[in-house]
């Protein structure tokens, strides 16, 4: 008896040694996998520095150089010359958004978006929710930036979001081609987190 439980408490240890090292072997054949099969980049700009990413039907990015000297800066927000948007300066109002925060998901029906980023690191989402545009169902992610300043359309019916990606305050020139109607705001929302737009804002130490 003594030695047949000797034996029975061995056959145990002897397979939890090969299951633990069965794992050992997966994890490292996963890790050489990932290791000697990495994914390569894909273009995201020209020699130029310009883009490559298709923009969603009727957005717009419009740079706006900053020009410094000894007292300052002066960056240019909106002019005719830039033919951002056909519409007049109707209305101008001013937000911001913490770090780390989401304002979003939303829509306009009535009006296109017109903004500009002033201050802050912000990663820009659209959605595209126009059955009859060429780019139907589309995803942008767009980031911008107070080191490379841009004015930024919207179409009506594209869903956007704002994240807060940067350290500090986020801070906007928001110029719609409609004022405000405080009556029946034409603002339609939709949580962060919903069945209709395929994206998910997750918080990456990186890639």
């Known amino acids: 008896m003594g030695y047949g439980f000797a034996f029975l408490k061995m056959s145990c240890s002897d397979r ?15 890790t050489d996998k990932v290791i000697k099969t990495p ?12 883009s490559v990413q298709r923009l969603i039907e009727g957005v717009k ?3 706006s150089v ?7 800066t002066l960056c240019e927000i909106s002019s005719v010359a ?16 913490r770090p780390g925060k989401v304002k979003g998901w939303h829509i306009h029906h009535l009006h296109d978006d017109r903004i500009f980023i002033s201050q802050g690191t912000v990663k820009v989402v659209l959605y595209d929710n126009r059955p009859e ?5 589309m995803i942008n992610e767009i980031y911008r930036t107070e080191h490379h300043r841009t004015l930024m359309v919207i179409p009506a019916y594209v869903f956007h979001a704002h994240h807060n990606v940067g ?3 986020a801070l906007f020139i928001s110029m719609p081609t409609r ?14 987190d919903n069945n209709t737009i395929p994206y998910r804002f997750e918080q990456r130490m990186g890639w």
């Open 179 to 192: 004022t405000y109607n405080h009556e029946s705001p034409d603002v339609y929302r939709l949580p962060l």
């Open 133 to 137: 545009s060429p780019t139907y169902r």
């Open 167 to 169: 350290q500090t305050e």
């Open 82 to 97: 830039l033919r951002a948007h056909p519409a007049p300066i109707v209305w101008v109002y001013q937000f911001t958004i």
């Open 39 to 50: 994914k390569q980049d894909v273009q995201t700009v020209t020699s130029e520095g310009e």
């Open 16 to 30: 939890v040694t090969l299951q633990d090292s069965a794992l050992h072997e997966k994890k490292k054949y996963m």
């Open 66 to 72: 900053t020009h410094p000297d000894e007292r300052g």
């Open 61 to 63: 990015v419009i740079p």
